[in-house]
């Protein structure tokens, strides 16, 4: 290890002592879940929005909640609903007719953490208006536009069992999101942790224990992690791997219709910086790919109806090129 990398990883061990303390009131409040819950961090210090997915009652919105609790940073959320309006995101021009002029009266989105509750409820227009604070971190509101405050997060839930009365995300938003989240039922023990907990008198919160000013030191050392050129070919062959199967893959051909967008490249090679910074590492394992791999994915292919007719789907395809693709 050069003196530079163990520079740097000695600046993760010391930096990112604040993890495991964010994660200790998070588990105060949510039982289990450590895989949403590192995630979410990861998307936090990566840069990238959150898209989760699972039943109701899986503690997708707690988790969200709580980890606003933890930070002193602005929190809004937003119930999408089909009768939705682009102003309730964004914000509008309000008449004033005391002086004939308009106000601006800017919308929840201006916020550091935005929960999108079910966003798929929402119609083609709103998601669209939020599209534009999602990927330029900006809003127009008449014919002016307004910078969204630093750092901006979007965690957005979703239920995929539930159709009726939902509008599915087009894939130009769906591809802004960093990660996709797919979060599963918790053990019995948990389940019997979680009701035992929540019957309390008063259910346990979580304590502010981190600041902005923390989460943008730590987001400049996420930056700074170094990426082997190995590890950087690796994250290469895995995303042209969706594009254009050859070798070994060549099966996948015919179940892959469109494959991950160079955005995907970029996010996987963010989101594994982030998630070695939370092992308190300054340096990127090809583990730590495959470890997040999925999660930048699954969102990202779009599969064919033979896959589809064979059953197959984005975790399945996902899982073989991770097989087959050779690790550095």
Same mark, same amino acid.
């Given at each position: 290890?050069?003196?530079?990398?163990?520079?740097?990883?000695?600046?993760?061990?010391?930096?990112?002592?604040?993890?495991?303390?964010?994660?200790?009131?998070?588990?105060?409040?949510?039982?289990?879940?450590?895989?949403?819950?590192?995630?979410?961090?990861?998307?936090?210090?990566?840069?990238?929005?959150?898209?989760?997915?699972?039943?109701?009652?899986?503690?997708?919105?707690?988790?969200?909640?709580?980890?606003?609790?933890?930070?002193?940073?602005?929190?809004?959320?937003?119930?999408?609903?089909?009768?939705?309006?682009?102003?309730?995101?964004?914000?509008?021009?309000?008449?004033?007719?005391?002086?004939?002029?308009?106000?601006?009266?800017?919308?929840?989105?201006?916020?550091?953490?935005?929960?999108?509750?079910?966003?798929?409820?929402?119609?083609?227009?709103?998601?669209?208006?939020?599209?534009?604070?999602?990927?330029?971190?900006?809003?127009?509101?008449?014919?002016?536009?307004?910078?969204?405050?630093?750092?901006?997060?979007?965690?957005?839930?979703?239920?995929?069992?539930?159709?009726?009365?939902?509008?599915?995300?087009?894939?130009?938003?769906?591809?802004?999101?960093?990660?996709?989240?797919?979060?599963?039922?918790?053990?019995?023990?948990?389940?019997?942790?979680?009701? +035992?907990?929540?019957?309390?008198?008063? %259910?346990?919160?979580? /304590?502010?224990? #981190?600041? &902005?000013?923390?989460? @943008?030191? $730590?987001?400049?050392?996420?930056?700074?992690?170094?990426?082997?050129?190995?590890?950087?070919?690796?994250?290469?062959?895995?995303?042209?791997?969706?594009?254009?199967?050859?070798?070994?893959?060549?099966?996948?051909?015919?179940?892959?219709?469109?494959?991950?967008?160079?955005?995907?490249?970029?996010?996987?090679?963010?989101?594994?910086?982030?998630?070695?910074?939370?092992?308190?590492?300054?340096?990127?394992?090809? +583990?730590?790919?495959?470890?997040?791999? %999925?999660?930048?994915? /699954?969102?990202? #292919?779009? &599969?064919?109806?033979? @896959?589809? $007719?064979?059953?197959?789907?984005?975790?399945?395809?996902?899982?073989?090129?991770?097989?087959?693709?050779?690790?550095?």
């Amino acid at each position: 290890m050069s003196s530079d990398i163990r520079a740097i990883n000695e600046k993760v061990k010391q930096e990112s002592l604040f993890v495991e303390e964010v994660l200790a009131e998070l588990n105060r409040v949510v039982v289990g879940q450590r895989y949403l819950l590192e995630r979410m961090l990861v998307g936090l210090l990566g840069h990238g929005h959150i898209l989760l997915e699972g039943v109701p009652g899986l503690a997708k919105t707690l988790s969200v909640r709580t980890l606003a609790s933890t930070i002193e940073a602005q929190f809004q959320r937003i119930q999408f609903t089909p009768d939705l309006l682009p102003a309730d995101v964004v914000g509008t021009l309000i008449y004033m007719p005391k002086d004939g002029q308009f106000t601006v009266r800017k919308g929840p989105v201006f916020t550091n953490l935005l929960l999108a509750d079910e966003i798929n409820r929402a119609p083609a227009k709103v998601q669209s208006a939020l599209l534009e604070a999602m990927q330029e971190r900006q809003v127009t509101i008449g014919d002016a536009t307004y910078p969204l405050p630093d750092p901006f997060l979007v965690l957005a839930t979703q239920n995929p069992i539930e159709q009726e009365g939902t509008f599915p995300l087009p894939e130009a938003q769906v591809d802004r999101f960093m990660l996709k989240l797919k979060v599963t039922y918790p053990s019995r023990d948990e389940e019997r942790t979680v009701m +035992e907990r929540m019957s309390l008198p008063e %259910p346990p919160s979580a /304590r502010k224990v #981190i600041t &902005l000013a923390r989460i @943008a030191q $730590a987001r400049r050392i996420v930056d700074e992690i170094y990426v082997d050129e190995k590890v950087k070919n690796y994250i290469l062959d895995i995303v042209t791997a969706t594009r254009s199967p050859q070798g070994r893959l060549e099966r996948l051909k015919n179940l892959i219709r469109f494959g991950a967008s160079p955005r995907a490249t970029l996010a996987l090679h963010k989101a594994a910086q982030g998630f070695a910074f939370l092992r308190g590492r300054g340096y990127v394992t090809p +583990e730590d790919v495959k470890n997040i791999g %999925p999660d930048v994915l /699954r969102h990202r #292919i779009i &599969l064919t109806y033979e @896959a589809e $007719a064979e059953e197959k789907t984005t975790d399945d395809v996902i899982q073989d090129i991770f097989n087959e693709v050779d690790v550095p």
